[in-house]
Structure formats: C-alpha cells, structure tokens
C-alpha cells in the first residue's frame, strides 16, 4: 500500500506502508531533498535487516512530525525514523511504530487506512470531577402537579480545567520529542527542572523498544522445587472422561 503524506512540513509520495516491518524508515535521498541537517541526527540503537537478510547500519534516527488530512481536521503525531543510506523505490516506509502511533486500521483489500482519533481520559475525569463538585441535589418532580421543573444550578464562571489536571508529559531529549515521561503537574519549577535533569541522566534504564529488554538475572526471578531426589517418582492413576467428552474429542481430533 502506497500512500502520501505531510512529513516535518513537506509534501512526500511515495510512502510505503509496511505493517510487517519494525522499523520507520526515510531513505537519505529523500531526507536530503527535505533540506535537514544530518547534524540532528541521533545515533541508531541497532543495526537493520535488509530484505535480503542483509545487515545494514542506519546514518542515525530523528523524530520528525508526520500530518494527514488539512488544518481544519488534522491529525498530527512524532514518529521516530531510521534515516538509512539505500535505494529503494520509495522515499519512506510506515512500519510498527507509525502504526501505533496513530492506531491505524489497514484495509488492504479496499487500499485503504483508518486513523483514529482518541479521546482523552484524563479530560472527561476532570470535567466530570468539575461538574460533581458544582452539582446541586436534583428534587424529584411530581408529574401530577401541572409545575415547570425548576433548572438546575450549572456551575457558576468558567471552570479552568488545567488547573485541576494532575499529570503531564514531558519530553526527555529535544531531538525525540516522542520519547516521554509522564510526572506530576502539581510540583514546583525547582522540582520539576531537578526531576526531569534526574530522568535525563538516567535514560538509559528507559526501555523504549522491545529489543532493549536484555532480561532479568535469574538469581532474582529464577525458583526452585523442594523436592527429595532420593524419593520414588508416583504413577498417578489414569483418569478417564465422560463417554460424551471421548466422543466429541475423537472427533475433534
């Protein structure tokens, strides 16, 4: 599936959608012709698998700003790419991580794709926690008595809903803006700017891909059966099915 799309500003064709694929790609050709500097370039974590099962090594990965649709109904999400010095046919390639990123439904059959647009948890609990604390007890009305119901007390002025968010994310490098963390909004600047300097020095325990996951030491996670070598081994006795359960099974089978 091929597709086009607004790629750190710029109009590019030729965008291969690949949902078998781990890593987003942009080929140098076309990274050059967007006029970006490779000096931004981060260093890649691990080396790729060509086609061919040919190891390649990418120049480096940047986090670039990918839009569908116009600016009334845009949908805009950072997703990071391995810029890769190669021919290829396409200028890009959409895998896994772009994907994920904008939770996409792929309808090859129609060469079709769905973005979805979320909505936000966090919002609908403060606006709901707004209301709650501003509604007033609602009366029964007797529907007997020819009465207008009396409205209801909305809440008075505007309701600021930052003031009452409790988390944000914050980015950790400025060069992979897609790469957060998640702390509390509450805290001062002094702690904020010492919490995030914390979180910087130590990225490197942050586990952004699968691939960085080197295992836990089995001395942490690994048990043992107390069990006696030198006691015989019991035969349990055979347990047999419903006649109903062996016939349905031999069937199944």
Excluded at 74 to 92: H, I, K, Q, W
Excluded at 198 to 214: G, I
Aim: hydrophobic share 35%; proline share 4%.
């Amino acid at each position: 599936m091929v597709i086009r799309a607004n790629i750190a500003g710029w109009e590019i064709n030729r965008v291969l959608i690949d949902s078998g694929s781990l890593a987003d790609i942009i080929f140098v050709n076309a990274f050059d012709q967007m006029k970006l500097s490779r000096t931004k370039l981060q260093p890649s974590d691990s080396p790729l698998i060509h086609f061919r099962g040919k190891k390649i090594d990418a120049l480096g990965k940047i986090s670039l700003p990918v839009s569908f649709e116009g600016q009334e109904n845009a949908r805009t999400e950072y997703v990071t790419f391995d810029v890769v010095d190669l021919y290829y046919p396409y200028n890009s390639i959409f895998a896994r991580g772009f994907a994920n990123k904008f939770s996409v439904a792929i309808h090859m059959g129609y060469l079709c794709m769905t973005i979805t647009i979320h909505g936000s948890q966090k919002k609908a609990r403060n606006i709901e926690r707004a209301i709650y604390k501003s509604q007033q007890n609602i009366n029964s009305i007797d529907s007997s008595k020819n009465t207008k119901p009396e409205p209801l007390d909305m809440p008075k002025g505007k309701t600021d809903i930052k003031d009452q968010e409790e988390i944000k994310s914050v980015p950790l490098e400025n060069a992979v803006p897609d790469r957060k963390v998640t702390i509390r909004d509450n805290q001062s600047k002094a702690e904020e700017t010492e919490l995030i300097e914390s979180l910087a020095r130590n990225k490197d325990v942050f586990t952004w891909l699968a691939s960085n996951l080197k295992g836990v030491s089995k001395d942490i996670i690994q048990h043992s059966l107390n069990i006696n070598p030198k006691m015989k081994p019991k035969k349990q006795c055979q347990r047999k099915m419903l006649e109903d359960r062996i016939l349905a099974v031999k069937a199944k089978v």
